[in-house]
């Protein structure tokens, strides 16, 4: 099983709304990656967890809250977000550092509206 | 900071064709590096990894070299398919402790029936 799974696929939310991207992997993965992507640009790393704690923060506005439960669950919590915000958010995981094989496997995306 | 460029942006060529898809990094120091696959709207499909101590992976059609200290990776697809038609990215992970992957620029293909 090499799946990513995200959900929901979909959002549409206001910008007073506060709703929860949600990622999942049963690789026995320890990275995890939320990447946001722009239509035409390449991913653009937001935060990256290893062994369930915070290693990068790519300077991203507190407006975007990760939080990672377990080993196999990575959330993206959104507040108070702006319609600049609108854009294809990505989850991937690896399997981290010393683990030989770094391949790494991304989910299909939530495609975010803010209105 | 690691910087990937990928040549050409965009790429159209007819069914049938063999053709190159040409990816550069900055900084030779890398962990790895992989190609992806994505088609609109939808996320990255894996397509190789190759190693920094590895020259070439192959895939079916695909094959992808590494040329780890000029700075470049290739990924030929042979006898293309309009099914091949996707943008392609390619990424490297750098050799210090955190895990980011640094993504190139993309070529949109299209390959014409």
């Known amino acids: 099983d090499t799946e990513v799974t995200q959900t929901p696929k979909h959002l549409v939310m206001g910008m007073t709304n506060k709703k929860s991207l949600k990622c999942e992997q049963h690789m026995g993965h320890r990275a995890m990656y939320w990447y946001k992507q722009k239509a035409k640009k390449p991913p653009e790393l937001m935060f990256v967890y290893s062994y369930e704690k915070l290693s990068i923060n790519e300077s991203v506005p507190s407006r975007f809250s990760p939080e990672c439960p377990n080993s196999s669950l990575l959330n993206l919590h959104l507040h108070a977000l702006q319609p600049e915000d609108s854009a294809l958010y990505l989850c991937?995981?690896?399997?981290?550092?010393?683990?030989?094989?770094?391949?790494?496997?991304f989910g299909q995306g939530t495609r975010l509206t803010v209105v | 900071k690691q910087e990937v460029t990928q040549i050409p942006a965009a790429l159209s060529v007819p069914e049938g064709e063999n053709l190159v898809l040409n990816c550069s990094f900055t900084?030779?120091?890398?962990?790895?590096l992989q190609w992806f696959r994505q088609d609109p709207g939808k996320g990255l499909t894996s397509l190789l990894l190759i190693q920094s101590s590895q020259r070439e992976q192959t895939s079916g059609r695909l094959n992808a070299s590494l040329d780890k200290s000029s700075g470049r990776s290739t990924l030929y697809i042979a006898a293309s398919q309009p099914g091949d038609s996707a943008t392609y990215l390619c990424a490297v992970q750098d050799q210090t402790g955190a895990n980011n992957l640094f993504f190139g620029t993309g070529t949109r293909l299209t390959v014409i029936p």
């Open positions: 991937a995981s690896s399997p981290g550092r010393g683990q030989g094989n770094t391949e790494a496997f």
């Open positions: 900084d030779s120091a890398i962990y790895n």
